[in-house]
């Protein structure tokens, strides 16, 4: 019988004062701020490029109010994002003019200017350790499953006053497993990754007018989030193009079944 011989994954451990986890513009922005205020930092983010929604990779806009708007402006780190973007991007910001790969370096240069703090990129995340209680991904079995309560999904807080000691992180394609240890975690995985799996509680659906006094919530608190979108991109290219259809596409022929509601297509 041959025998397999698996490569070990090396192991590193590594210290910091905070360690940001996820790279999408929240995780960028809390990584600088962090940096910029004396703490040594590092970033650990499971893409090649920063940016997240926002990235090239998938292309939502950094969009708020003032979005290169000429009276208005964004402040801050993303204000400076921006600037530092329009400053090495020459193409107009429409369309694909401004998320595109330039957007992503911008993010990644000011970030590999800042002394104090690391990136590791390519680099997922996928376990806690827990000050009392080992591993989060072996607690899970413990800890009560999420349940739809009031109509969306919850699950309690499981470990009360907990704190977590350290991250474990793997770079698959340099088959290394990080140790992260940290004095401040800040979860910016746009799912709460860290936060779940270190059994913090936490909820998915849609509050209600109720609860968070918003003229546009939903009357009653729901299961329902926001449905999936597929950005396009069409140029005139002066002559016909004909569209071909992907073989995997699934067609909807009835427009109606996207106005029903969750509840309505139980
Ligand atoms: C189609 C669409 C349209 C939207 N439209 C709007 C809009 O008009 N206005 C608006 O305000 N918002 C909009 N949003 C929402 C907006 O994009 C998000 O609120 C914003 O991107 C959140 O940023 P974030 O950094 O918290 O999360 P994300 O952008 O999701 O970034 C989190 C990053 O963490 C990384 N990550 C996840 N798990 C791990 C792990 N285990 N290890 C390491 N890294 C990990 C992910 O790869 C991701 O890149 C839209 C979103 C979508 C998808």
């Known amino acids: 019988m041959v025998e397999l011989k698996v490569p070990m994954m090396k192991q590193v451990n590594l210290q910091f004062d905070v360690v940001v986890c996820g790279g999408g513009m929240a995780g960028f922005c809390a990584a600088m701020a962090a940096a910029r205020s004396g703490a040594?930092?590092?970033?650990?983010h499971d893409r090649p490029v920063l940016g997240g929604n926002a990235s090239s990779e998938v292309r939502v806009t950094i969009h708020g109010a003032g979005c290169h708007h000429y009276g208005m402006r964004e402040t801050g780190i993303i204000g400076?994002?921006?600037?530092?973007e329009r400053r090495t991007n020459h193409l107009l910001p429409i369309e694909n003019g401004w998320t595109n790969s330039v957007h992503d370096l911008a993010l990644y240069d000011?970030?590999?200017?800042?002394?104090?703090?690391?990136?590791?990129?390519?680099?997922?995340?996928?376990?806690?350790?827990?000050?009392?209680?080992?591993?989060?991904?072996?607690?899970?079995?413990?800890?009560?499953?999420?349940?739809?309560?009031?109509?969306?999904?919850?699950?309690?807080?499981?470990?009360?006053?907990?704190?977590?000691?350290?991250?474990?992180?793997?770079?698959a394609n340099a088959e290394t497993d990080l140790l992260v240890y940290g004095k401040q975690f800040i979860d910016c995985t746009g799912d709460a990754l860290v936060a779940h799996l270190a059994g913090c509680e936490w909820r998915m659906g849609s509050e209600s007018r109720e609860e968070t006094g918003e003229v546009h919530a939903?009357?009653?608190?729901?299961?329902?989030?926001?449905?999936?979108?597929?950005?396009?991109?069409?140029?005139?290219?002066?002559?016909?193009?004909?569209?071909?259809l992907p073989e995997w596409a699934i067609q909807y022929e009835d427009a109606a079944f996207f106005l029903r509601t969750r509840a309505q297509a139980k």
Not at 40 to 44: F, G, N, V
Not at 145 to 161: F, T
Not at 227 to 232: D, L, P, Q, T, V
Request: glycine share 8%; aromatic share 6%; with cysteine.
């Open 40 to 44: 040594r930092t590092l970033l650990i």
């Open 218 to 244: 939903v009357s009653k608190a729901s299961g329902d989030t926001m449905g999936n979108s597929i950005h396009i991109r069409c140029i005139d290219t002066g002559k016909p193009a004909p569209f071909e």
């Open 80 to 84: 400076e994002a921006m600037s530092a």
């Open 110 to 171: 000011m970030v590999q200017r800042e002394p104090n703090l690391e990136l590791t990129l390519n680099t997922s995340i996928y376990d806690v350790q827990l000050e009392q209680g080992g591993w989060g991904s072996q607690q899970m079995a413990v800890w009560p499953e999420a349940n739809v309560d009031r109509g969306y999904y919850l699950r309690p807080c499981c470990h009360d006053g907990n704190r977590i000691l350290a991250v474990r992180a793997r770079v």
